[in-house]
């Protein structure tokens, strides 16, 4: 699973991959099939590589029929034309699209499509399949049904995937090892319980709702608390951590306590600025997460009668504070 922002390189790993572009340096294996080199000046052809590539929209032939959009690559593959329709009927049998086998793809629903083109994809048993955002040109309640759907039928291919997307939630879903991608680099790589309990990349930290810092432990206090200077100011955390150990902070938004005057309690933790944004959470809209430009910037979650209550709106001067327990701190 390959997830980040637009812009990030999610495409550009999956083009790389099918041989439609080639990497300035380094090497592609695929079940111990070497299909790019630089130091050997080995390319090989993406019509020659093991890997079916579903486009974002598709791409599905618009003068073809559903069979012959299927069987098309076992056709470029010399397969005979009987072998390649028979190939292309059983998958989409088993893709619950039989009878459109006649269709043009504007006959066919966004859902539809999807299917097709994830069997003409698998016509010719890759080793590798490449998805580049299957959701994402579906209506909302067309992409309820097909993930649900995809889910089902992911899980029973023989061969490897990698699906793309710009959704955390979709990674999250169907991803096992995920990869973070921020500005063509992998910023965090591991299993998806890694990522939830471990984020090391702000995107996915801002997709859980979490308050995430890296920093350096400068010293101990005397009642043992652990200092950390973090870009732009200064934690305190109930940690064993030792001076000079490098971090990564989690504060969870409701562990920040918002007031306008100085709270008074035994916080460690307390910063001063202004609201920069109110935000409603779902499902119900209930609670605000408020964004406090403060520094380090904090984002906390409260209750619509506490913001009511504090008048809280953008431009506000608050205080946002929360123990030293309140914070996890992990290498």
């Not at 997307?165 to 998806?192: K, Y």
């Not at 870009?231 to 306008?260: N, T």
Request: glycine share 8%; aromatic share 6%; net charge neutral.
């Amino acid at each position: 699973m390959l997830v980040g922002e637009s812009g990030s390189g999610k495409t550009t790993a999956l083009r790389l991959l099918a041989g439609l572009l080639d990497p300035a340096e380094g090497r592609i294996e695929v079940d111990g099939e070497t299909y790019f080199d630089s130091a050997r000046r080995l390319s090989v052809a993406a019509s020659k590589r093991s890997i079916g590539y579903v486009a974002q929209d598709y791409a599905l032939f618009p003068h073809l029929g559903v069979l012959e959009n299927v069987a098309f690559g076992l056709r470029a593959a010399r397969v005979s034309a009987a072998a390649a329709r028979k190939r292309a009927a059983a998958l989409l049998e088993r893709f619950g699209i039989p009878g459109l086998w006649a269709r043009k793809p504007d006959q066919l629903s966004g859902g539809q499509q999807q299917r097709v083109a994830l069997a003409r994809a698998l016509a010719v048993d890759p080793r590798l399949l490449l998805l580049d955002e299957p959701l994402a040109a579906l209506d909302l309640a067309t992409r309820r049904v097909v993930r649900a759907e995809l889910i089902r039928l992911l899980a029973e291919l023989p061969c490897t995937t990698i699906y793309v997307t710009h959704s955390p939630a979709e990674a999250l879903i169907f991803g096992h090892h995920v990869a973070v991608l921020e500005n063509g680099r992998v910023r965090q790589s591991g299993a998806r319980d890694e990522l939830l309990r471990h984020p090391r990349s702000a995107y996915v930290a801002e997709f859980l709702g979490l308050n995430l810092f890296r920093g350096v432990v400068t010293s101990r206090t005397e009642d043992g608390l652990a200092r950390v200077a973090v870009d732009g100011g200064e934690l305190y955390l109930a940690e064993d951590a030792k001076e000079g150990d490098e971090v990564h902070i989690v504060v969870d938004p409701r562990e920040v306590v918002l007031s306008i005057e100085r709270p008074q309690g035994s916080a460690r933790n307390v910063f001063f600025g202004p609201i920069e944004e109110l935000a409603p959470e779902p499902p119900l809209g209930d609670r605000l997460r408020v964004t406090v430009a403060s520094r380090p910037a904090l984002i906390a979650e409260v209750t619509r009668a506490a913001a009511s209550a504090m008048a809280l709106a953008p431009g506000r001067m608050a205080y946002a504070s929360f123990k030293a327990t309140g914070a996890r701190a992990y290498r």
